[in-house]
């Protein structure tokens, strides 16, 4: 054990493995450094478990309505809450943002906001119900940390073997989970039995008025029906060249293989980190995706492929993935781009506009990590602001009962059918990784670092990992 104070624990959930896992791996190796011990795993298994870990700081990757009971239970049980929003880099308009997004209530218990960039930051100052107190740091986020060149490193082993298995790949990235969704509850509107039937809203619908949620459905709808004609003439065009068709991770993957079926270098996978993907591939194709986010700052050539065009939903939205990418609108014009990324006559989109855009929406590009401004945060606040919170009993009983209260409702509703969070789906979310597999990648970003002590790195029960000095 190092000299250093042990600090408090902090509480790192994770909801989708391949998307989060590794930076907030990241983030516990640079936390352990500073004092911090890190207990890391599933979120869903966090909350039917949060009264087995000792009093600590909650890291939420959300603040939406969805959270207020479970905030309520952690901070009856002693625990503080500092957050960030996975959705806040790539966001809505302002009201629906704030309508689907932002609950007051859940806002109130978070002692620490951290923010992607000043455009995240301007957003939430602009939220009405901010509470008064809210301190928000302007931190960037642990997964933009993987895309900086000095920690591209860690993925090299990973990077030669997609090589290899796949030579010289175009990369299409889907977002159409909106339309496309594992469980069609989680699609912006319901199926519906009859044709005149009006349709249900769905999950990804809600916080939103009835009229954006059809335009976005018709939309999203639309370009999906592009990517599906769009994947097999990329198959025919480009014979030297596989088809890597990378699904959202909350989106079903059968129309991909259906199509995979009626090709001959169609390869459908949602297996591993997207960076990963990205420094492997020639090119990315997509529409309205983070990952066009993820490619130009890594450097990567990036089409945004529009061949159905909504302005109100391609800028109102989705501004940020389209502005820094390069632009097809029809498949002539996707052909000719992408033959000329693959000659390398072309490169990635660029210009002082791009740039300083980016700059606008994501902070910690160079200078010291997210992860340790993230860390800035939590010592600023253990050291002096609010401290720990120390409950009464009573408080402490309340948490209690409420805790098993919603484990009860929530594992009952997990059990009916037709539940968006049957086994398989998170299974599908959340596979199974070993004790070993989390050191290997621990010990892999401590090299990186520089840091020539080994943390130690524990299971404590079921998927639940320590990582400590």
Same mark, same amino acid.
Not at 10 to 23: A, C, F
Not at 138 to 159: C, F, I, M, Q, S
Not at 311 to 333: K, M, Q, V
Not at 359 to 373: F, I, K, N, S, V
């Given at each position: 054990?190092?000299?250093?104070t042990q600090?408090?624990p #902090?509480?790192? %959930?994770?909801?989708?493995?391949v998307?989060e896992l590794?930076?907030?791996?990241l983030? @516990?190796?640079v936390?352990a !450094?500073r004092g911090?011990?890190s207990?890391?795993g599933?979120?869903?298994e966090? /909350?039917?478990?949060?009264t087995r870990f000792p009093?600590?700081?909650y890291?939420?990757?959300? +603040?939406t309505?969805a959270?207020d009971?479970?905030?309520r239970?952690?901070?009856h049980?002693?625990?503080e +809450? ?6 806040a880099?790539v966001?809505? %308009?302002?009201?629906?943002y704030?309508?689907?997004r932002?609950s007051?209530e859940?806002?109130?218990h978070?002692?620490?906001?951290f @923010? ?10 602009? =939220?009405?119900?901010?509470p ?10 642990p997964?933009?940390?993987?895309l900086?060149?000095?920690l591209?490193?860690?993925y090299?082993?990973?990077v ?5 298995e796949? $030579?010289?790949f175009?990369l299409?990235n ?13 699609? *912006?509107?319901? %199926? ?6 009006i349709?249900?809203?769905?999950r990804?619908a809600k $916080?939103?008025?009835?009229e954006?949620?059809?335009? #976005?459905?018709?939309h999203k ?5 592009d990517f599906q004609r769009? +994947?097999?003439?990329l198959?025919k065009?480009f ?8 699904p959202h991770?909350t989106e079903?993957?059968?129309?991909? /293989?259906?199509?995979?079926?009626r090709?001959?270098r ?6 591993g980190?997207?960076v990963?993907? *990205?420094?492997?591939?020639?090119a ?7 990952? $066009?986010v993820?490619? =130009?700052?890594m450097g ?7 061949a ?10 989705? !501004? ?5 990418s /390069?632009?097809?609108l029809d498949?002539?014009e996707?052909q000719v781009?992408l033959k000329?990324?693959?000659s390398?006559?072309l490169?990635?989109?660029?210009g002082?506009?791009?740039r300083?855009l980016?700059?606008?929406?994501l ?7 997210a992860?340790? !401004?993230i860390?800035d ?8 602001q609010r401290g720990? %919170?120390?409950?009464d009993?009573?408080r402490?009983?309340a ?5 098993t ?5 929530k594992?009952y509703k997990?059990?009916r059918p $037709?539940?968006?969070? &049957?086994p398989?789906?998170? &299974? /599908? !979310?959340?596979p199974?990784?070993s004790l ?6 621990v ?12 943390l130690?790195?524990? &299971?404590?029960f079921?998927q639940?990992f320590?990582i400590r000095?």
């Amino acid at each position: 054990m190092n000299m250093m104070t042990q600090k408090v624990p #902090l509480l790192i %959930p994770v909801e989708n493995q391949v998307r989060e896992l590794d930076p907030k791996l990241l983030l @516990a190796c640079v936390a352990a !450094r500073r004092g911090f011990p890190s207990y890391i795993g599933s979120r869903r298994e966090f /909350h039917f478990n949060i009264t087995r870990f000792p009093r600590g700081i909650y890291l939420s990757k959300s +603040i939406t309505g969805a959270s207020d009971m479970m905030f309520r239970i952690m901070r009856h049980l002693g625990h503080e +809450i500092v957050a960030w929003d996975e959705e806040a880099l790539v966001h809505l %308009p302002d009201e629906t943002y704030f309508s689907r997004r932002l609950s007051p209530e859940a806002m109130a218990h978070v002692a620490r906001f951290f @923010a992607w960039g000043e455009d995240n930051a301007a957003l939430w100052r602009r =939220y009405p119900r901010l509470p008064e107190d809210a301190v928000i740091d302007v931190t960037g986020n642990p997964r933009n940390d993987l895309l900086r060149p000095e920690l591209h490193a860690y993925y090299d082993k990973d990077v030669q073997k997609l090589k290899q298995e796949y $030579g010289d790949f175009i990369l299409v990235n889907t977002n159409f989970n909106h339309v496309n969704a594992f469980t069609p509850v989680q699609n *912006l509107f319901q %199926p519906v039995e009859n044709a005149d039937e009006i349709p249900k809203f769905g999950r990804a619908a809600k $916080g939103m008025s009835r009229e954006y949620a059809e335009g #976005l459905r018709d939309h999203k709808q639309s370009i999906f029906e592009d990517f599906q004609r769009m +994947i097999p003439v990329l198959d025919k065009a480009f014979p030297a060249h596989k088809i890597v068709v990378r699904p959202h991770p909350t989106e079903s993957q059968d129309i991909y /293989h259906e199509i995979a079926d009626r090709c001959e270098r169609i390869k459908v996978t949602n297996e591993g980190n997207v960076v990963t993907w *990205l420094l492997a591939a020639r090119a990315l194709v997509h529409n309205s995706c983070t990952t $066009g986010v993820e490619a =130009y700052v890594m450097g990567v050539p990036a089409i945004t492929y529009r061949a159905s065009i909504d302005e109100a939903y391609d800028f109102g939205f989705y !501004r940020l993935p389209n502005l820094i990418s /390069h632009t097809c609108l029809d498949i002539d014009e996707l052909q000719v781009t992408l033959k000329k990324i693959l000659s390398g006559e072309l490169g990635p989109a660029g210009g002082d506009d791009r740039r300083q855009l980016i700059q606008h929406y994501l902070a910690a590009q160079d200078g010291p990590l997210a992860c340790e !401004r993230i860390v800035d945060g939590l010592d600023h606040m253990v050291n002096g602001q609010r401290g720990m %919170p120390k409950p009464d009993i009573g408080r402490r009983i309340a948490g209690w009962s409420l805790w098993t209260v919603r484990t009860a409702i929530k594992r009952y509703k997990d059990s009916r059918p $037709g539940s968006h969070n &049957r086994p398989e789906f998170q &299974r /599908h !979310r959340y596979p199974l990784i070993s004790l070993e597999d989390v050191q290997e990648r621990v010990f892999r970003f401590q090299a990186l670092l520089g840091d020539s002590r080994r943390l130690q790195v524990e &299971r404590v029960f079921g998927q639940f990992f320590i990582i400590r000095d």
